[in-house]
């Protein structure tokens, strides 16, 4: 299944909208690395009258899994296209678009010699603790078995051998909740729970804002794995959850996005 295009999205959910009513509030399940910026952006929808927004963040894959079981939610925003493109096929949600693309990085505590030309090696190193999410819950951690896996075509077994030392720290049923206002990546690089911590570029951007001393290294272009992220209406949901999304892919909405440091597939080139 295929995201669809802009235009086609836009009419639709255009038809559907009906005129604002600014006490409705709309229900958000999105992934947790939107948390800054659909915060943001919902602020600019709730200050232009055009609704309110009660936001659930977390790992896509188990917010996907709670809207399966019956959760209520009108609007949900994955890390990836994979979890919201499964609803639209069971007939829960409308069309998915495209609404953001991201990167993984590596966050890096400080002092660690490490560059890109030598992170696989550093993330190979026997005593570097690697730090990821977690796969199947979390599309970070997709992505960075994905990492792994093209791994295996510069140094072969390499995929093996990460997979079985990697930690995964965060995005799981049972992982610990992030801190209240602060970077989950960033307070277990600092606490010495992982060396290296393979998460989206806009995370790492967060972590190093606030603990500065940390590093960020760009995956090499070998390793290099980008996330693109999805966005439906679940069927019935009241007019503001097309508002919402409609927000989300105006021009507003994406350049705050951008202003995070998403790629923002809406605007102009």
């Known amino acids: 299944m295929t995201a669809v295009r802009f235009p086609a999205i836009l009419a639709a959910l255009t038809f559907m909208t009906a005129p604002a009513v600014a006490e409705e509030t709309l229900l958000l399940h999105a992934a947790g690395s939107l948390r800054g910026a659909l915060t943001d952006v919902a602020k600019d929808f709730e200050a232009a009258g055009l609704g309110k927004v009660q936001a659930k963040f977390g790992a896509s894959g188990l917010l996907k899994n709670e809207i399966v079981a019956g959760a209520a939610a009108e609007v949900f925003a994955s890390a990836n296209m994979e979890h919201p493109q499964a609803l639209a096929a069971e007939k829960r949600s409308g069309p998915v678009v495209l609404f953001a693309r991201n990167r993984l990085c590596a966050l890096a505590r400080p002092g660690l010699d490490v560059t890109s030309?030598?992170?696989?090696?550093?993330?190979?190193?026997?005593?570097?603790?690697?730090?990821?999410?977690?796969?199947?819950?979390?599309?970070?951690?997709?992505?960075?078995?994905?990492?792994?896996?093209?791994?295996?075509?510069?140094?072969?077994?390499?995929?093996?051998t990460l997979e079985t030392k990697a930690l995964q720290l965060t995005g799981g049923p049972s992982s610990p909740p992030a801190p209240q206002g602060r970077s989950v990546y960033g307070e277990l690089i600092a606490q010495g729970t992982a060396?290296?911590?393979?998460?989206?570029?806009?995370?790492?951007?967060?972590?190093?804002?606030?603990?500065?001393?940390?590093?960020?290294?760009?995956?090499?272009?070998?390793?290099?794995?980008?996330?693109?992220?999805?966005?439906?209406?679940?069927?019935?949901?009241?007019?503001?959850a097309y508002r919402f999304a409609l927000f989300i892919l105006s021009a507003e909405g994406q350049r705050i996005l951008a202003k995070h440091g998403f790629a923002a597939p809406a605007l102009p080139q």
């Open 117 to 160: 030309a030598t992170l696989l090696d550093r993330m190979l190193d026997p005593q570097v603790k690697l730090g990821t999410s977690t796969p199947k819950a979390d599309p970070s951690g997709d992505y960075a078995w994905e990492v792994f896996r093209r791994a295996d075509t510069i140094k072969p077994g390499a995929s093996a």
């Open 195 to 240: 060396d290296i911590f393979l998460t989206y570029c806009t995370g790492a951007l967060v972590a190093q804002r606030e603990n500065p001393a940390q590093q960020i290294v760009q995956l090499p272009d070998a390793l290099s794995v980008a996330a693109d992220y999805g966005l439906t209406v679940m069927n019935g949901a009241r007019p503001a």
